[in-house]
């Protein structure tokens, strides 16, 4: 099993930036597909990003893409997610995600496609 904690969060101005951190417990961190998933109040959570175990692929939602980059870093078991051009409409608790991808590595974009969920961390952006 692996346990994510999510840091980084905050309260910014639209067009500022954060970035979020997921720690991971565990020696396999490199054998999971990390993904971010946010929920605003009211909404369903919804995709953000997912690299693949060794980085070498991300894909993004639409809403985000441009904006934001994940990326993993193996060997200190984190995944970040570079916010720039944050918006109003970006404000949510955003969520680290794992699965095991041993054998199907692919970019999987619905929450039940996930393990293992950190606690969330809130983002707020002001316009």
């Known amino acids: 099993q692996v346990q994510l904690v999510e840091s980084g969060g905050g309260l910014v101005q639209a067009g500022g930036s954060l970035r979020l951190s997921c720690a991971a417990s565990?020696?396999?961190?490199?054998?999971?597909?990390m993904a971010w998933f946010r929920q605003a109040p009211g909404k369903e959570r919804e995709f953000v990003a997912h690299?693949?175990?060794?980085?070498?692929?991300?894909d993004y939602a639409d809403s985000v893409k441009g904006r934001f980059t994940i990326s993993r870093d193996n060997t200190k078991n984190t995944v970040y997610l570079q916010m720039n051009s944050l918006k109003p409409d970006d404000t949510a608790v955003y969520y680290c995600?794992?699965?095991?991808?041993?054998?199907?590595?692919?970019?999987?974009?619905?929450?039940?496609?996930?393990?293992?969920w950190g606690q969330g961390t809130q983002v707020t952006v002001s316009s």
């Open positions: 995600a794992a699965r095991r991808a041993l054998f199907d590595n692919t970019l999987k974009v619905t929450t039940d496609a996930y393990n293992y």
């Open positions: 565990g020696p396999t961190f490199s054998t999971y597909a």
């Open positions: 690299i693949t175990r060794s980085g070498t692929r991300t």
